[in-house]
């Protein structure tokens, strides 16, 4: 069983996000398989370059951009700081300081990202408005950090922090 065991609102600085985009969430196996996690990272001088402007920075992320709950865009990547050259091959979306609303997820891994639907109304709940590009998009992403989502607790669970962009 999964739950929400914390919703909160952070501000954000002005990233860089690079990646590659997808049709759907198939992507996945072949960023471990080429090592391109590694590609990012090391194009923005390691992760400690991120998390010291966003201590919820360094995490690999599924990016989704939705509009009237129907799937437009789906990405794969990292957040890096403001201006990090992009790697041959990749691609970029450049976010300017924002309000992020997050839900930890707690729960079973694969449950987990079956859970990420009910973060959006549980925000909204904590007076959080949700956010949208010039197109009327929402965008959300899954930020998978490390211990949190990637070392399961004593009871075999990890929390999965799923976050919008919110004004």
């Known amino acids: 069983m999964t ?9 954000i600085p002005a990233m860089r996000f ?7 969430y198939s992507g ?16 923005m001088g390691g992760t400690g370059k991120i998390l010291s ?17 129907r799937l437009l ?10 201006g990090t050259e992009v790697p041959e091959g990749f691609e970029h979306i450049d976010f300017p300081k924002s309000g992020l609303g997050t839900c930890w997820i707690y729960g079973k891994e694969g449950e987990t990202h079956r859970a990420t639907g009910s973060c959006r109304k549980a925000l909204q709940d904590a007076d959080m408005e949700i956010g949208t590009d010039g197109e009327g998009a929402e965008l959300s992403f899954e930020n998978c950090l490390c211990p949190r989502f990637t070392t399961p607790d004593e009871k075999g669970n990890v929390i999965l922090d799923y976050c919008y962009f919110v004004k």
């Open 3 to 11: 739950e929400i065991i914390k919703v909160f609102r952070e501000e």
């Open 18 to 24: 690079i990646g590659k985009k997808y049709p759907d």
């Open 28 to 43: 996945w196996g072949e960023w471990f398989a080429n090592g391109w996690f590694d590609v990012v990272e090391g194009a």
């Open 53 to 69: 402007l966003w201590e919820n920075g360094g995490a690999y992320v599924g990016l989704e951009r939705r509009r009237d709950g």
């Open 73 to 82: 865009e789906c990405w794969i990547g990292m957040f890096t700081p403001e």
